[in-house]
């Protein structure tokens, strides 16, 4: 059973402050950081980092992004109550609750096969109730598309086109772009066939892998 107590829920209050504190604003992305329960995805050895500001492995060569990171990207993706969003890179699945809180009908993509599995038989037990999918997320979902907003969670090399293709009109897609070391967060707008670009900070992510992102060559 999910053991969500007092001292847990202090810890998320004391982090969605440090949060505020960051430059986050967003009043719905804070709320859904101060409810979902980060320490469930962490394992026993790390259970006492759960609410700190930080990265940690989730095994299989991948990381629970940090707080500030997921609430960023959340905030630039501006997110509204029954929007059809792609995320790319399941990951531990914080990520997709986050999206779940924020009201958004979640699909979301995974890879790594263990990943997959381990996050589609997991996230489901405490609520959280995303479409489910495995491959090469660098192409997206066509066969669900298309999407009002894209939310990448892992470093590109470049702006995979299937993603762009897969954007609605006036949709948004958020992604790290740059090397395996460092990239920028751009956050990418779609107006009339247009693609209008902004770009933040420097962030570091796991690789994107697959066919639009980084090979194991690479």
Do not use: C
């Not at 967003?26 to 469930?40: N, Q, S, T, Y």
């Not at 980092?49 to 940090?66: C, L, N, R, V």
């Not at 470093?155 to 948004?172: C, N, R």
């Amino acid at each position: 059973m999910l053991e969500d107590n007092y001292k847990q829920r202090g810890l998320r209050n004391k982090l969605v402050k440090k949060l505020r504190q960051k430059g986050i604003t967003d009043e719905a992305v804070l709320a859904a950081i101060g409810k979902v329960p980060r320490h469930v995805f962490f394992d026993d050895a790390l259970l006492a980092h759960a609410y700190e500001d930080k990265a940690f492995p989730i095994g299989e060569g991948q990381t629970i992004s940090q707080p500030y990171t997921v609430a960023f990207q959340s905030e630039k993706l501006e997110v509204k109550p029954g929007q059809k969003v792609l995320e790319i890179g399941t990951g531990s699945g914080y990520q997709a609750a986050i999206l779940l809180e924020l009201g958004a009908k979640v699909y979301t993509i995974e890879f790594n096969r263990k990943l997959y599995e381990k996050t589609k038989a997991f996230l489901p037990s405490f609520g959280y109730n995303p479409y489910f999918f495995y491959g090469d997320g660098s192409k997206g979902i066509p066969a669900k598309a298309p999407f009002d907003k894209i939310i990448v969670t892992a470093g590109a090399p470049v702006i995979p086109s299937a993603l762009t293709d897969q954007l609605t009109e006036k949709g948004i897609l958020i992604i790290p772009v740059g090397d395996r070391e460092s990239q920028k967060m751009l956050k990418i707008h779609k107006n009339a066939g247009k693609l209008l670009k902004e770009e933040f900070n420097q962030f570091a992510f796991v690789p994107l892998l697959g066919e639009g992102g980084w090979t194991s060559k690479d």
